[in-house]
């Protein structure tokens, strides 16, 4: 599966924005997706993610009750809504997947098998 991540941008503390991660190539349903972000001069973090069904979703801890995933499935498509955006947010934004049969959605970046090119969120204070 092909993942390409958009949606990025430059915000102003407290704003919004909606990021995307479009699949191609396999049904984005039979895959776990999550968002990881990195920023400069930091280790890539995992953000949230979604299992097959879109029932079951984990966050971190830095970006709960701000930050909400959501899949639709017949659009390929896994969205990572992020509100109340702060400065610490700033990060290149990387949607991952992988079909391997977890049980619960995995937070390491290693145990993904394909990733996007990223999309850059630049929070203004």
């Known amino acids: 599966v092909q993942l390409q991540a958009f949606g990025g941008g430059l915000v102003q503390a407290g704003g919004s924005l909606r990021l995307s991660c479009a699949a191609s190539?396999?049904?984005?349903?039979?895959?776990?997706v999550a968002w990881f972000r990195q920023a400069p001069g930091k280790e890539r973090e995992f953000v949230a993610g979604i299992m097959r069904t879109g029932v079951r979703k984990y966050y971190a801890d830095s970006v709960k009750g701000r930050f909400t995933i959501s899949r639709v499935n017949p659009e390929n498509t896994v969205y990572l809504q992020v509100d109340s955006l702060k400065p610490e947010d700033t990060a290149v934004y990387y949607c991952a997947s992988t079909k391997r049969p977890f049980g619960q959605i995995p937070t390491t970046s290693s145990t993904y098998d394909f990733w996007g090119q990223g999309t850059l969120v630049t929070v203004s204070s």
């Open positions: 190539g396999r049904a984005v349903n039979s895959y776990i």
